[in-house]
């Protein structure tokens, strides 16, 4: 079984420590060609254009319930760009289609028409190096419920073919940073809270690296105390581990919070996509609503979140 983790994109982030210092140093392609005339005019590097973490392009689903009825249109013609270590929120209605969204990228759900690539992998092509890359966690994380933390994380260390002394040593320290105390390392998951086991389950995503998080409402259903702690924990997994995220909810503080950058999807289709604050300006300056992401959402789809989804607010179980 291979023990190689997930390999490294092809080019490097605009923002990566290892940019190249020199023309030399660019990839040739990178370099400009000195025209016929160009004479001794400097050669100025062009920077490499950074390997997209998750790219989707013109992706459709069909649903087909009742061959009587029309088949449903659940991701209508979606295209986005995600650069690596964003955090990237998906907002809509119950029924917009974030969930297919997720479960299209992570290959799930095969795709209609469009194609969808993960560090550079074409996703159909290139099936196994993608899955090796992508973490998908839902609202109601799969576990083996019986299993301890520890033995989770070590379980799904061997699926994706980590070595096992050093997938114990990255389960152990990325468990040490939940907060979950040493002693209770060993007991089973089902003995703790839902928040806790969120943790758990963004924690195995984290084995691999680097990764693309796939969180399907991760925070739903969660009190407010577990709420804002699986946040925290969302943020640091960011920026500690390499990890570039797709977070869908229906929260519209927790998508300001974490997001640099926010897709609306209404009907699967996308209605807006931008930063926060670039949402909240167009709202502002071009339909006179209060900048508000409250009032950016009312404005693409016609509708307010607090309408939408009713057990959000159910608290923990
Ligand atoms: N397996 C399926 N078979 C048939 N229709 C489906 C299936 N999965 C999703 N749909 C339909 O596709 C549309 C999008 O559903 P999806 O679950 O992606 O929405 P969502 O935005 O995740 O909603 P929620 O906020 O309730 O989680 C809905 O009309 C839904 O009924
Ligand atoms: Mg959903």
New binding site residues.
């Given amino acids: 079984m291979a023990t190689t983790l997930a390999p490294e994109p092809k080019t490097t982030h605009p923002t990566s420590s290892s940019q190249p210092a020199t023309v030399a140093d660019l990839e040739p392609e990178a370099r400009i060609p000195a025209g016929p005339d160009a004479g001794d005019a400097p050669v100025l590097p062009q920077p490499v254009p950074a390997t997209a973490a998750l790219l989707a392009e013109h992706v459709t689903k069909r649903?087909?319930?009742d061959r009587k009825k029309a088949p449903?249109l659940?991701?209508d013609d979606v295209s986005l760009r995600l650069e690596r270590g964003e955090i990237h929120g998906i907002l809509?209605?119950?029924?917009?289609?974030?969930?297919?969204?997720?479960?299209l990228v992570s290959g799930l759900?095969t795709l209609d028409t469009g194609k969808v690539e993960v560090f550079g992998h074409d996703l159909e092509r290139d099936e196994l190096a993608v899955k090796r890359l992508i973490n998908r966690v839902s609202v109601d994380a799969a576990f083996f419920k019986k299993l301890s933390p520890m033995e989770n994380l070590l379980f799904a260390a061997r699926l994706y073919g980590l070595d096992g002394g050093e997938a114990r040593r990255d389960a152990k320290a990325i468990l040490a940073r939940l907060g979950i105390a040493e002693n209770r390392l060993g007991r089973p998951v089902e003995q703790m809270s839902r928040g806790m086991q969120q943790k758990v389950a963004i924690a195995r995503a984290l084995l691999t690296s680097p990764t693309l998080l796939l969180l399907?409402?991760p925070t739903t259903g969660l009190d407010p105390r577990s709420k804002l702690d699986v946040q925290a924990f969302i943020e640091d997994v960011n920026a500690s581990h390499d990890a570039t995220i797709v977070l869908?909810t229906?929260d519209l503080a927790e998508a300001e919070r974490l997001c640099d950058r926010i897709t609306i999807?209404d009907g699967?289709r996308i209605v807006a996509e931008d930063t926060p604050d670039g949402l909240k300006r167009l709202v502002a300056e071009q339909y006179g609503q209060p900048p508000t992401l409250e009032a950016v959402f009312m404005t693409f789809t016609g509708r307010s979140l607090d309408e939408?989804?009713e057990e959000d607010e159910a608290g923990d179980d």
Avoid at 92 to 103: P, Q
Wanted: glycine share 14%; net charge negative; no cysteine.
């Fill in positions: 649903f087909t319930v449903v659940a991701i809509g209605a119950n029924g917009s289609g974030k969930s297919t969204l997720i479960r759900l399907d409402e869908t229906h999807l699967g939408d989804i």
